[in-house]
């Protein structure tokens, strides 16, 4: 349990559904990411929130929508993917933006598939 | 762009083997961290190293950053099923924003 809860664990969806992802914390931290985890490949930074703020997009494609309504939850929303975007998705959250030192806590992912 | 290499991509080895997976880059890091992520799960922090030269141990796993500060190594002594996992390192660039950058991680299977 690392304080970091994402639902659903599992989605499967066609490429023109919506769906969405969800990511609490109970940490009391101040700073929540989204990454993408694909085989062989180094985590991606997809998005940051500061304070419910966002602070990075890092070039991702408008069908990937984020959320954030207060310091302790975050969403994803989904919208006409392809394909290429089945990946585990991790959203992880820190005490503040600057991770120089600090950890990351993450949840146990989302694994998304696109049909 | 920063890139960190983790070697080797993958590892399987009977369990009470020692092994040693590594972490490199061509640019100074200004911190260094260490997770492990068990299948089914988000990755958890190991260790974080930030002085050159520095070695930290974690039980069996022993961690060490490079003089330079631009390498790192995960040293596992008398592995276990339980070490099975797959190591990620990330490292903090100035360049970076202070944002990690990870590297694509050692997949570690460990034999009963």
């Known amino acids: 349990e690392t304080g970091v809860t994402q639902t659903p664990r599992h989605l499967v969806m066609g490429m023109t559904n919506k769906k969405s992802l969800k990511c609490e914390q109970h940490?009391?931290?101040?700073?929540m990411y989204w990454y993408k985890q694909s085989a062989k490949k180094p985590l991606e930074l997809m998005f940051v929130?500061?304070?419910?703020?966002?602070?990075e997009n890092n070039s991702v494609p408008s069908r990937f929508s984020p959320e954030c309504p207060n310091s302790s939850h975050l969403f994803l929303h989904l919208h006409t993917l392809q394909p290429e975007d089945s990946a585990l998705y991790l959203c992880a959250s820190s005490q503040d933006i600057r991770t120089n030192t600090g950890e990351l806590f993450f949840g146990e992912g989302s694994r998304l598939t696109v049909l | 762009t920063q890139l960190l290499e983790q070697s080797p991509q993958f590892l399987s080895i009977q369990e009470g083997e020692n092994l040693t997976v590594y972490c490199n880059s061509s640019?100074?890091?200004?911190?260094l961290q260490w997770y492990r992520q068990e299948p089914g799960e988000g990755p958890v922090l190991l260790v974080t190293v930030v002085t050159g030269g520095e070695v930290k141990k974690l039980k069996r796993l022993t961690f060490q950053f490079g003089d330079a500060r631009k390498d790192s190594s995960l040293h596992i002594t008398a592995a276990q099923p339980g070490d099975t996992g797959l190591y990620l390192c990330?490292?903090?660039?100035?360049?970076?924003?202070?944002?990690?950058?990870w590297g694509a991680g050692t997949k570690l299977i460990i034999k009963p």
């Open positions: 990330a490292g903090v660039f100035r360049a970076s924003n202070y944002q990690l950058i």
């Open positions: 929130y500061s304070l419910e703020e966002r602070v």
């Open positions: 640019s100074v890091f200004s911190s």
């Open positions: 940490l009391g931290h101040n700073a």
